[in-house]
């Protein structure tokens, strides 16, 4: 949610393994609504083409200001026991922009020669200028995180990140993620530094034309493996 804006995704019709296809959304949408004096408001609905085959358009959601970002991965594996269910069209991020006519398609950031992993799109996160997606790899779990930075009224991919020396990127990189300060945070609850399997959280900042980690964070306390970083806010 920003400011009156509500935000509600709909990928999936609940959280239980075994789904038939016939289980999911054919069309799912991301449903808008306002907020009045006298509650929440109904604002209308984005949406593919039906005939795309949209499995998980909605995945992800992020907005600032006047800006909507949705997450349209091509395929990913709802649960470790599914099949990797794909989309017909290409994965991409959808930004929206709304006017006084409501919220226009502005751009659509593809993942198409910019990461090899059909699940780009599976995290984003937005704050003014910066743009961050988290792209996953829905057979075998690898994931990437890109910054893009809009220029006028295009966004234009501007790094890849990369975490410092001493750390073994682990498959959750991403899934935490957010933005806020003129800095992008990504969580990794797999990641390994030394003998510590608990996971991370990396702050990057942009320094000159290029985003570097300025600052790793660890559990000071136990915290069983897997487990620190598996969700972030700023």
Same mark, same amino acid.
């Given at each position: 949610?920003?400011?009156? #804006?509500?935000?509600?995704? /709909?990928?999936?019709?609940?959280?239980? *393994?075994?789904?038939?296809?016939?289980?999911?959304?054919?069309?799912?949408? =991301?449903?808008?609504?306002?907020?009045?004096?006298?509650? @929440?408001?109904?604002?209308g609905a984005l949406q593919r083409p039906e005939a795309s085959a949209p499995w998980w358009f909605g995945a992800s959601l992020a907005i600032s200001g006047d +800006?909507?970002?949705?997450?349209?991965?091509?395929?990913?594996?709802?649960?470790?026991?599914?099949?990797?269910?794909?989309?017909?069209? %290409?994965?991409?991020?959808?930004?929206?922009?709304?006017?006084?006519?409501? @919220?226009?398609?502005?751009?659509?950031?593809?993942?198409?020669? +910019?990461? *090899?992993?059909? !699940?780009?799109?599976?995290?984003?996160?937005?704050?003014?200028?910066?743009?961050?997606?988290?792209?996953?790899?829905?057979?075998?779990? /690898?994931?990437? =995180?890109? +910054?893009?930075?809009?220029?006028?009224?295009? @966004?234009?991919?501007?790094?890849?990140?990369? %975490?410092? =020396?001493? #750390?073994?990127? !682990?498959?959750? =990189?991403?899934?935490?993620?957010?933005?806020? !300060?003129?800095? $992008?945070?990504?969580?990794?609850?797999?990641?390994?530094? /030394?003998?510590?399997?608990? !996971?991370?959280?990396?702050?990057?900042?942009?320094? /000159?034309?290029? @985003?570097?980690?300025?600052?790793?964070?660890?559990?000071? $306390?136990?915290?069983?493996?897997?487990?620190?970083?598996?969700?972030?806010?700023?």
């Amino acid at each position: 949610i920003a400011r009156d #804006v509500g935000l509600l995704g /709909g990928s999936e019709v609940s959280a239980r *393994p075994n789904l038939k296809d016939s289980d999911y959304l054919p069309c799912p949408r =991301v449903y808008l609504f306002r907020r009045e004096s006298d509650g @929440w408001k109904a604002e209308g609905a984005l949406q593919r083409p039906e005939a795309s085959a949209p499995w998980w358009f909605g995945a992800s959601l992020a907005i600032s200001g006047d +800006v909507l970002v949705v997450g349209h991965p091509a395929a990913l594996q709802p649960f470790q026991a599914e099949k990797v269910r794909s989309s017909k069209e %290409s994965p991409m991020v959808c930004v929206y922009r709304r006017s006084e006519s409501g @919220w226009k398609l502005e751009q659509e950031i593809s993942g198409n020669g +910019v990461s *090899p992993y059909f !699940g780009f799109g599976n995290r984003v996160a937005i704050e003014g200028d910066v743009l961050a997606v988290q792209s996953l790899n829905p057979f075998d779990a /690898g994931a990437d =995180v890109f +910054v893009y930075r809009r220029a006028g009224e295009t @966004w234009m991919l501007e790094a890849r990140l990369q %975490s410092g =020396v001493g #750390v073994e990127r !682990g498959r959750g =990189v991403g899934f935490a993620l957010q933005g806020g !300060g003129g800095r $992008v945070i990504v969580g990794d609850s797999s990641a390994q530094e /030394g003998e510590d399997k608990s !996971g991370r959280v990396f702050v990057f900042e942009r320094r /000159g034309t290029a @985003w570097v980690e300025v600052t790793r964070l660890k559990p000071k $306390v136990f915290c069983g493996p897997a487990s620190f970083g598996s969700a972030v806010a700023a």
